[in-house]
């Protein structure tokens, strides 16, 4: 069913007027209002580390994981009372080894747990306008309000000041 034939539908029946639902109102009531000019990218399939003790270092956690390969995203987060460490591999069979050998595995008294988890990737909120396109980007661009020198003050010039100064004193 097309987002026109929704709209319509819910217009004859008399709960929204057209030019509500065309205002962003067709989002909030579940219904897609514009269908996406660019396509979604699929998600990343990313490796979580989580419940790691505070005082497992990012290296050896680093070590860990590049015994099946070398990551080409890496990142952690600390947390009041544990760790969370992310990895991206290009390969995706060796995050499912990487999760069958350190999977409720003990690190330091604690039990780490591995996981394979999609990561969606998030759409570009800035939209592009024609006033971007501007030249100066809309910011500053009439110039300074304070005036400056097009050239410093050449030696001569000063001391013919300084002399004219000192004989009218």
Do not use: W
């Amino acid at each position: 069913m097309s987002v026109d034939n929704v709209l319509d539908k819910l217009v004859d029946e008399k709960k929204y007027r057209r030019r509500d639902l065309r205002n962003s109102l067709a989002s909030r009531i579940g219904i897609e209002d514009r269908p996406s000019s660019t396509p979604r990218e699929p998600p990343k399939k990313r490796l979580r580390f989580t419940n790691v003790p505070l005082d497992v270092s990012d290296f050896t956690l680093e070590d860990m994981v590049k015994e099946f390969a070398e990551p080409i995203y890496c990142n952690f987060y600390d947390l009041k009372d544990s760790r969370t460490a992310v990895f991206e591999f290009e390969d995706p069979s060796v995050m499912e080894r990487v999760v069958e050998k350190y999977n409720e595995t003990p690190l330091n008294g604690g039990t780490v747990t591995v996981e394979i988890f999609e990561q969606e990737r998030r759409p570009d909120r800035r939209r592009r306008t024609q006033r971007d396109n501007r030249r100066g980007n809309g910011r500053g661009s009439r110039g300074s309000h304070y005036k400056r020198q097009d050239r410093p003050a050449m030696e001569d010039e000063l001391n013919a000041e300084l002399e004219d100064y000192m004989k009218s004193s």
